[in-house]
């Protein structure tokens, strides 16, 4: 008999308890129906007479200890994580070996939930809980392709798919016509051209050979400054690779004398800060990088001069 906690400690020894071959047992008519739905890759749940379904199923009701009905009902497969605990670092003896989550589980249907493993998709040893991890969260049952009767027939669950990310890319080329061709040309002069309309003697900016308010053909080279207004524009969050950083501003430029604006992004300024009829200016990429193209004007940066009215610029929204 050890005589000191020292000495207990030092005594202590590891114990096992074990069902040689496993604990067999008899699971009964509701059990047993559930188990074997299950290996058919089924989510089955028992209605009490109070009319609640149980999943998983008990051969009576915990409300009131009456025996369910026998009447069956199939529930999911989709289901709402009622609550969850996060498991960072998985043991040995853990269904999965990445970060999960332990959860109650209601499906669709049921009136109770079951405990199972979430499986978020995270793969780093001792990560944290995603942020989509919540309460609320849709999910799905993930089968295994090998099924025997056993609550472990689902592997896990996953959440339901709500967003994707398709690597998108479009290549194409584009022909100028005559009156474009001239417009770039002057853009990799550092000139920014537009035509006159005879009729409304609006200035068409970039160029198009006709007039898309009166339809007729324009033909009177008109040279615009650098400097306009921002009519109207939009914050983007999404990265651009022609932007300097996200979020970053596309906006609608009415250059000075044009009679349209132009779309081109708007940059040198917080985009929380940038507002309609605000003025601003081409700024030109280095004289060396120039080609036939819009990208000489890298964005439209402001420039200190008061805002324009709105007045004078809401017909050009």
Not at 39 to 52: P, S
Request: aromatic residues 6%; charged residues 25%; hydrophobic residues 35%.
């Amino acid at each position: 008999m050890p005589s000191s906690p020292n000495e207990l400690n030092s005594t202590a020894r590891t114990h096992l308890l074990e069902f040689p071959g496993g604990y067999t047992r008899s699971v009964g008519p509701v059990i047993g129906r559930f188990l074997s739905e299950l290996r058919d890759g089924r989510l089955m749940g028992v209605r009490t007479a109070a009319g609640r379904v149980l999943v998983p199923p008990t051969e009576y009701d915990p409300d009131n200890g009456a025996a369910v009905t026998g009447e069956w009902v199939e529930v999911g497969p989709v289901c709402t994580v009622e609550s969850w605990s996060w498991v960072p670092n998985p043991r040995r003896t853990h269904p999965l070996d990445r970060p999960f989550a332990w959860a109650l589980i209601r499906p669709d249907g049921a009136d109770t939930a079951l405990l199972h493993a979430l499986d978020m998709g995270v793969h780093e040893p001792g990560a944290g809980p995603p942020k989509q991890l919540r309460t609320g969260l849709r999910v799905r049952p993930r089968w295994r392709a090998e099924r025997s009767g056993h609550i472990g027939d689902i592997e896990c669950f996953r959440p339901e798919v709500t967003m994707i990310n398709a690597p998108t890319r479009l290549e194409y080329e584009l022909r100028p016509g005559k009156a474009l061709d001239r417009f770039l040309e002057g853009i990799s002069q550092g000139r920014i051209l537009g035509h006159r309309c005879p009729v409304c003697e609006q200035v068409i900016v970039p160029m198009k050979g006709l007039c898309p308010k009166d339809g007729v053909p324009t033909t009177e080279e008109v040279e615009l400054p650098g400097t306009g207004t921002v009519t109207t524009f939009a914050v983007n969050n999404i990265p651009d690779p022609r932007a300097p950083e996200v979020p970053f501003v596309s906006a609608y430029v009415l250059l000075d004398g044009a009679g349209m604006t132009m779309l081109a992004l708007v940059a040198g300024i917080p985009a929380d800060q940038v507002r309609m009829g605000m003025r601003v200016r081409a700024a030109w990429r280095p004289r060396e990088e120039w080609g036939r193209t819009m990208d000489n004007i890298r964005w439209f940066e402001p420039i200190d001069e008061p805002d324009v009215p709105f007045d004078q610029i809401k017909d050009y929204l």
